[in-house]
């Protein structure tokens, strides 16, 4: 170390006591910064120097305060980081001064005042946040390119002359700073239904006794056929397509997967008329080419006929024109009373309905890639694939907001 101050002093010009000087400076220089922080900061601070989506100057800078403060040494903690001590020492300096956490960014830089004004922006944002065809165009919503034009051609006259050379990468970039995009639709779903919490409440309650009975069938080792509780819906629009060429199986080596012509040959279209009982697993089903009155009751005639006579059959069902309609009523009214128990899940909550994970899945395994020369053949394979479900049936469980129905 002594033999290299001697190379740098000639060249610093320095006299002996200028170099006593200089090692002073140099000592204090060197002068650790005491940096307090927070357990809240420290945390945050962790958090940040493990991040992987972080920005890496976040990301470094959140390290180097962790290693400052357990080795409060400059050189040491830029050695151990691979960073120049300055840059160290600039960190640490203004988290001394500013705090842990805006040490992280960076200080706001004196630059160009910006050449379109709050009020221009103001505009413009007001103007993204209304329908394009609002403006006269016939397209339903902005485009960037053709809000960046109408802002051209219509700023000046709104007073608002910095937007004459307005460009599509501005305009993106202003929307960008209010999180505004225009040209996207996020769907949503309005509650129609104002008994919804209680129509819920009543179809949960249906999935409480359901639970019930299986605890009691699990105590006594005994079925209760007194009671049962099938989830019923349509699955309508299964269409029956037929290829016009062969599909070509996998070669090893060469194609992976099968091929198949893209042209095809539609035969219409049926609808699968399905209920899962919800204490054995067992699934009742039709296949018809349409779900009318008639359809549905053909469907309360199936189970009647599955359950003996003193059962009370519960279904859970939507609100379709086929369940409540005079036809139906009429032939419920020439059954005993109590034989059949409609609970109606709410309008829009379709969800509550547990057959509909089972359609879910019977289209992701039996109806997935499907290709048949006739609707007849589709309705055989659709019923070849419920039975292949009833041979190891599976008891569907529902537990979703269960515990608000006690």
Known sequence: MERDVCLWIPRLGLTERGVSSWQD???????????????EE???????????????????????????REIPSFFAVGRRLGAHHQTVQRCVERAAADGALAALDERPRPGKEPVITPAAKAWLVSLACDKAREHGYPHELWTTRLLARHAREHGPEAGHECLARLVQGTVCKLLGQE??????????????????????AEVLYVYREVQVLKKAAARSKKSDKSVAIVSYDEKPGIQAIATTAPDLPPVPGVDATFARDH????????????????LTGKVHALVKDRHRSREFIEFLKLLDAAYPARTAIKLILDNHSAHISRETSAWLDTRPAGRF??????????W????????????????????????????ERVMAGIDDVNRHPVVHTWSYKLAEAT
């Open 25 to 39: 400076g140099m000592a204090g220089w060197r002068q650790a910064v005491e940096l307090a922080m927070t357990d």
């Open 42 to 68: 420290i945390e945050t601070l962790t958090a940040l120097s493990r991040s992987r989506t972080e920005p890496a100057r976040r990301v470094s800078r959140a390290a180097m305060l962790l290693a400052y």
């Open 179 to 200: 999180e505004i995009k225009p040209h996207k639709v996020r769907y949503y779903l309005e509650n129609r239904d104002a008994e919804f919490e209680q129509k819920m």
């Open 263 to 278: 042209e095809y040959k539609r035969h219409g279209t049926l609808s699968l008329l399905a209920g899962i009982d919800l």
């Open 341 to 350: 128990q409609f609970t109606f899940t709410p309008k829009h909550g379709s």
């Open 352 to 379: 509550l309905n547990l057959i509909e994970g089972f359609f879910s899945k019977f289209a992701r395994s039996v109806l997935r890639h499907i290709r048949i020369t006739s609707k007849h053949e589709l309705k």
